[in-house]
């Protein structure tokens, strides 16, 4: 006989009321206050509100419900993409980039997600995958300043890839600062100061000796 949706027994180990999404953007977090090594599989379910046959239904196990979360982080709240490619100059662009990270990154004690979940990391792949993502932030500034020496808003002879990884290296540093509680306006201040190294063009003309 066939049974009704009424009538038909539950999926085992999963609630009826189950939002993935949901439970991803929970799990985003635990993972990124407390990092991949310290974030144990009760600190997950207790924070999505699912019992652990749920989680692997939906998610495999925590190495796969980490790099699903980290994907999440990039393309929601760790994203550069729009600021870098909305500015009108690569100066403005880097700038703009690092303050939305001072802003994001102050107030509640944790740093980029991409940063503190490596700290006290064993497994390989997790660390693999999170030096892959840093790389690919910093090749994002790299092409940005990039498209800035092509425009001639840098010296021709600018190093962009020293330049970016400078500046993903103060991002690094941010995220450092805030997990030991540095304020917004300390960070935004670090911006400011890091922005003084950019390279100027130098003058032409007779104002220029």
């Given at each position: 006989m066939k049974l009704t949706a009424e009538q038909s027994p539950a999926v085992r180990g999963r609630p009826r009321s189950f939002d993935r999404e949901r439970a991803l953007e929970r799990a985003m977090k635990v993972f990124w206050r407390q990092g991949y090594e310290a974030t144990s599989l009760s600190d997950l379910t207790a924070a999505m509100g699912v019992n652990p046959p749920s989680l692997y239904g939906a998610f495999g196990d925590k190495e796969k419900l980490f790099l699903e979360a980290v994907e999440r982080y990039r393309a929601g709240v760790g994203s550069r993409d729009a600021t870098l490619a909305e500015a009108p100059t690569a100066r403005a662009a880097i700038e703009a980039a690092l303050q939305r990270t001072a802003r994001g990154l102050s107030g509640d004690g944790v740093?980029?997600?991409?940063?503190?979940?490596?700290?006290?990391?064993?497994?390989?792949?997790?660390?693999?995958?999170?030096?892959?993502?840093?790389?690919?932030?910093?090749?994002?500034?790299?092409?940005?300043?990039?498209?800035?020496?092509?425009?001639?808003?840098?010296?021709?002879?600018?190093?962009?890839?020293?330049?970016?990884?400078?500046?993903?290296?103060?991002?690094?540093?941010?995220?450092?600062?805030?997990?030991?509680?540095?304020?917004?306006?300390?960070?935004?201040?670090?911006?400011?100061?890091?922005?003084?190294?950019?390279?100027?063009?130098?003058?032409?003309?007779?104002?220029?000796?």
């Open positions: 740093g980029c997600m991409l940063v503190t979940s490596a700290v006290n990391c064993s497994v390989p792949r997790v660390k693999k995958a999170l030096a892959l993502h840093r790389a690919a932030v910093e090749a994002g500034m790299r092409k940005r300043i990039e498209r800035g020496i092509r425009d001639g808003e840098l010296p021709a002879d600018t190093d962009a890839g020293g330049l970016a990884k400078f500046y993903e290296t103060v991002t690094q540093g941010m995220s450092s600062q805030a997990m030991d509680g540095a304020t917004r306006r300390s960070l935004l201040a670090v911006v400011a100061t890091a922005m003084r190294a950019w390279p100027e063009k130098k003058k032409v003309g007779p104002d220029s000796a």
